[in-house]
């Protein structure tokens, strides 16, 4: 009856139609806001398009999916991405922005924030709070169903995310604005050193990948961000009143990894049949440790540069 009854105003009120408009989809559960979420397509672009990843697929999929069967959920989803430079914590990002608006980082509902471009003096942060806050305030008056996108968080002046903390809990909503339909993805390098080492100790007892759990790193990964003073998350309230949905770990990328990075951007640009870039590519990573050379050190990140130097 309500949402007939909002139907109605907009309808017969043309002058304040658009104010009606922002309100309901601020509040309403069937809000849409250009919001055309395909849990489908992007499980599907998980599996086809991100390479050695089977704990970030398996966890961004199943926790998108069940927070956007929620009608009306406690409090707002919050992932956290860690891992080393390269394994596809943007990339998977960018997937989880286009697969729920269609227009990737083009949506007037995604926001991305960098440090050293939107908060590069750490002599500012109280400004720079003040700011944050009221900016992700209004954007989700404009839309609840918003998504906040705070990139490479091991540059974040401390104690600056901080003022997101009320924002993430379970009770805060108020007239006009349900904060509680938010998501936030937070990407940073710190935590790299515990994935590696787990990896790497699987690798060397001839363990399987996909046998790695999230159990052997989700804990570690909070503790070592939770106590880095190069984490953004340093002494956070919002690690320490876990408010953080999953830690996300990506793993470091072995050289068939980067084969098949460079096999896919080939045929993105319509070459084919090319095994000879593809080995040179990977042959020219560097891989880590020395002795064994099981991991790229930059991933699959200086895969395009490496390719224009062999077409």
């Not at 599996?47 to 009306?72: D, I, M, P, T, Y």
């Not at 390269?86 to 926001?111: D, E, F, Q, W």
């Not at 968080?153 to 901080?162: S, T, V």
Request: proline share 5%.
């Amino acid at each position: 009856m309500i949402t007939f009854l909002f139907v109605l105003i907009l309808f017969v009120a043309s002058p304040v139609m658009c104010v009606f408009q922002r309100l309901y989809c601020s509040i309403a559960d069937n809000c849409d806001c250009d919001f055309k979420a395909n849990i489908r397509d992007l499980e599907w672009d998980l599996f086809k398009n991100v390479f050695g990843q089977h704990l970030a697929q398996e966890v961004v999929s199943e926790e998108v999916s069940r927070f956007l069967q929620n009608k009306s959920p406690d409090r707002p989803l919050v992932l956290s991405f860690h891992g080393s430079s390269g394994t596809g914590k943007t990339l998977i990002s960018s997937m989880v922005a286009n697969h729920l608006y269609g227009s990737a980082m083009s949506s007037p509902y995604i926001h991305q924030f960098i440090p050293t471009l939107h908060f590069p003096s750490a002599q500012h942060v109280p400004h720079y709070r003040e700011e944050l806050k009221k900016w992700v305030q209004g954007n989700l008056t404009q839309c609840a169903r918003s998504v906040f996108i705070f990139d490479e968080m091991e540059k974040m002046p401390l104690g600056l995310i901080d003022v997101l903390e009320p924002l993430l809990g379970p009770s805060y909503v108020v007239f006009s604005t349900n904060y509680r339909k938010a998501i936030y993805i937070f990407i940073s390098t710190t935590g790299e050193e515990v994935i590696n080492k787990v990896t790497l100790e699987n690798r060397q007892s001839g363990g399987e990948r996909e046998d790695i759990n999230l159990l052997e790193l989700e804990d570690g990964i909070a503790l070592e961000v939770y106590n880095s003073n190069t984490s953004g998350f340093f002494h956070s309230t919002i690690v320490h009143q876990k408010l953080i949905t999953r830690f996300v770990p990506f793993l470091p990328l072995s050289r068939c990894h980067v084969a098949r990075c460079t096999h896919l951007q080939l045929l993105q640009r319509g070459v084919f049949n090319r095994r000879d870039v593809v080995d040179a590519v990977a042959a020219e990573m560097i891989y880590s440790p020395v002795q064994g050379r099981f991991f790229s050190t930059t991933g699959c990140k200086a895969v395009p540069a490496k390719i224009n130097l062999h077409l």
